[in-house]
Nanobody, 120 residues
């Protein structure tokens, strides 16, 4: 399984960006997809996740501003980021938790990261 992420860039504070991430491969099912971010000099933190059953979780810092959505058929997860703040500046990484059909063991795969820069 591989992930390809798109959508980073430079935006002014208060602006909007959409990130997308698509999983490719064969013979697997998705248990969850989500986004983490890592600001310079800081650890990687969870931003938002969505399970295959549609349960969504958000970091407190983005609650009410960011929305995660997953299209299972397209094996794609989106992150809609509204009301962006300079402190949202980070490299955003998507990930997928998946397993091969008929297998219970789950694996995680990470995308390459996409930079989001919010100017004040």
């Amino acid at each position: 399984v591989q992930l390809q992420a798109f959508g980073g860039g430079l935006v002014q504070a208060g602006g909007y960006l959409r990130l997308s991430c698509t999983a490719s491969g064969s013979g697997f099912t998705i248990e969850a997809m989500g986004w983490y971010r890592q600001a310079p000099g800081k650890q990687r933190d969870s931003v938002a996740t969505e399970t295959g059953g549609g349960i969504r979780n958000y970091a407190d810092s983005v609650q009410g501003r960011f929305t995660i959505s997953m299209d299972g058929a397209k094996k794609t997860v989106y992150l809609h980021m509204n009301g962006l703040k300079p402190e949202d500046t980070a490299v955003y990484f998507c990930y997928v938790r998946w397993g091969y059909w008929g297998r219970t063991y789950l694996r995680e795969t990470w995308g390459q990261g996409t930079l989001v820069t919010v100017s004040s």
